[in-house]
């Protein structure tokens, strides 16, 4: 399974922002995708997940209620929505696929991932 992320750029705070996140290959193996972040000296953390069989979807704290992610099973491409951006979002954006059913926010629970885009929200 290939992964490719796109739609990172710069944005003022308080503005909006979509990330994209297209995938390719064996994708029918897959049963759940992610979006993490990694800010400058910062582990990867968790931002949201969404089952491709149930359509749940699981934020972290941080994002909830500002975040949305989607997907479209038929175009394999996988959404986040991003509205009332902070600095503190300012981060590089990975998605991943996850052979696993249900809710999982460790990223070693994700055996597939993209090559990650930048957001960077201006205060």
């Known amino acids: 399974v290939q992964l490719q992320a796109s739609g990172g750029g710069l944005v003022q705070a308080g503005g909006s922002l979509t990330v994209s996140c297209a995938a390719s290959g064996r994708t029918s193996s897959t049963y759940a995708m992610g979006w993490f972040r990694q800010a400058r000296g910062m582990e990867r953390e968790f931002v949201a997940h969404?089952?491709?069989?149930?359509?749940?979807?699981t934020y972290a704290d941080s994002v909830k209620g500002r975040f949305t992610i989607s997907s479209d099973n038929a175009k394999n491409t996988v959404y986040l929505q991003m509205n009332s951006l902070r600095p503190e979002d300012t981060a590089v954006y990975y998605c991943a696929a996850s052979t696993y059913p249900t809710y999982r926010r460790s990223t070693g629970n994700y055996a597939y991932w993209g090559q990650g885009t930048q957001v960077t929200v201006s205060s």
């Open positions: 969404i089952s491709k069989i149930t359509g749940i979807t």
